[in-house]
């Protein structure tokens, strides 16, 4: 996940797996409540999230989800092998286990960090525009990804 964001840059958009958002969101969620006192962690947090809805609304208000992102998008592919579990010969099929990442820039859903107070959002991929990346021969996959924008 790129880190920090800045006024007119897009957003990068990495499709995940459900364990590594759940990360994401889980030190992302925690960090403020790190150092001083409870009162002044509780308020920071609920302004946090407070700024967080309002950008997603924000963000989401006037966005086409069956647009692409204006002009030519570039969609990079990254396969993180986790382990293969089985291969045969007789059928002729391998199945693997690992994740299937999506990067791209997406300037639609762009903002000033340091204006907002947040620098990372998820959202649900049936709120964005998603690439149409296809693995050929195919026989079937599990979904369980998130999207977090830094």
Request: glycine share 8%; net charge neutral; aromatic share 8%.
């Amino acid at each position: 996940m790129a880190a920090g964001t800045g006024r007119g840059r897009g957003m990068r958009a990495c499709l995940r797996g459900v364990a590594a958002a759940a990360a994401v969101i889980l030190l992302a969620g925690c960090a403020p409540l790190v150092e001083g006192s409870s009162v002044m962690r509780r308020s920071k947090a609920h302004e946090l999230h407070a700024n967080k809805t309002r950008l997603h609304r924000t963000l989401l208000q006037d966005y086409n989800r069956v647009m692409p992102p204006p002009g030519m998008t570039a969609v990079a592919v990254q396969l993180l092998l986790y382990s293969i579990v089985e291969v045969s010969t007789a059928r002729q099929t391998i199945k693997l286990q690992g994740w299937w990442r999506h990067y791209w820039d997406d300037e639609r859903l762009s903002w000033d960090a340091d204006e907002w107070g947040v620098d990372t959002l998820i959202f649900s991929k049936s709120d964005i525009w998603m690439p149409d990346n296809v693995i050929y021969e195919l026989i079937s996959s599990e979904d369980a990804g998130e999207i977090a924008f830094t």
